[in-house]
């Protein structure tokens, strides 16, 4: 096996080779100066299967044509199988045609990646309309999640926490997370009005006396989810707020609005930042062993 780093996978993509005792080569890509990009692969394909690992974050379009030309080098360089790990995988949120014309993105992105890979695993995928991502992919596609890795962090760093949803979808994390740990748990109500603007409402009595109240969620994008479920809690008394997220997209200042907003933030290493602490490369390389 051969794990290739991609522009946006070589933060996990060493550790994963380690940890799998497996050759490991960075994918070198380079722009030309009208914004075409080159790939090349700097070990032998030949024969092997080849694990391309992607992060699409920061120029996701980018990211997305250099693992379909890289895809489709490797496998005219005669490599026998090659598999995309996406830590990160995108274009899931846009999962129906909200508006009459719009690009249902989920649908085409996965049918896309299908004709490129055997086989795709995605960390945590954000599924809500659409459930599962084998309706997505004609590929096998394994979905992984890293709440044992969450959950572990939790009990090791917080004291009394009360785990809180931010919305409905959350509760794949933030109920599941609150389930390993053996702690209270609450789900909030959302409704969103645009990319930016979101309404969270409590819908039942929250106790949060001597709670340290810790947000779990999937995606944490402008902040401003994490930042109205905030002001919420805030009425109700609750003063020290976490925020563990599995993807840290933080566009516009984002952490840094949490920060003066005193919620401590951590995230996974999907997408590398300054508060991903939470490594998991180990959840890629056992699956990819199976
Ligand atoms: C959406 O349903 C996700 O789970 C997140 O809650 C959302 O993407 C967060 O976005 P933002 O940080 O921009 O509020």
Redesign the pocket.
């Known amino acids: 096996m051969l794990i290739a780093g991609c522009s946006n996978g070589t933060h996990l993509a060493g550790k994963i080779a380690r940890k799998l005792k497996a050759s490991y080569s960075k994918l070198r890509v380079n722009k030309f100066p009208d914004g075409e990009i080159k790939v090349r692969f700097m070990s032998n394909v030949r024969g092997k299967e080849v694990v391309l690992v992607q992060s699409f974050y920061g120029a996701i379009n980018d990211c997305i044509v250099e693992v379909i030309f890289a895809a489709e080098t490797a496998k005219e360089l005669g490599a026998k199988k090659v598999f995309l790990a996406a830590p990160y995988f995108p274009y899931l ?1 846009q999962d129906k045609r909200f508006k009459p014309g719009q690009c249902v993105s989920i649908e085409v992105i996965g049918r896309l990646i299908s004709r490129y890979f055997d086989k795709v695993f995605i960390i945590d995928p ?1 599924l ?1 309309r659409e459930t599962k991502l084998s309706h997505l992919f004609s590929i096998k596609a394994e979905s992984l999640t890293s709440n044992p890795y969450i959950a572990d962090y939790i009990k090791k760093n917080i004291k009394n926490p009360l785990i809180v949803g ?2 409905r ?2 509760y794949k994390w933030a109920r599941k997370v609150a389930e390993k740990i053996k702690c209270g748990h609450v789900i909030l109500k ?1 409704k969103r009005y645009s ?2 603007k ?1 309404k969270v409402t409590l819908n039942k009595e929250v106790n949060v006396d001597n709670k340290n109240i810790v947000f779990v ?10 930042l109205e479920s905030v002001k919420n809690l805030r009425k109700l008394g609750a003063k020290k707020f976490n925020c563990i997220a599995v993807h840290g997209i933080f566009v516009e200042n ?1 952490l840094e609005k949490l920060r003066k907003a005193n919620v401590k933030v951590v995230t996974t290493n999907t997408i590398p930042n300054n508060v991903s602490k939470i490594d998991v490369s180990g959840l890629i390389a056992e699956n990819l062993k199976k």
Do not use: C, L, Q, Y
């Open positions: 949120r954000h809500h931010p919305d979808e959350s959302k990319g930016r979101v969620d999937d995606i944490i994008s402008t902040g401003n989810t994490i984002a």
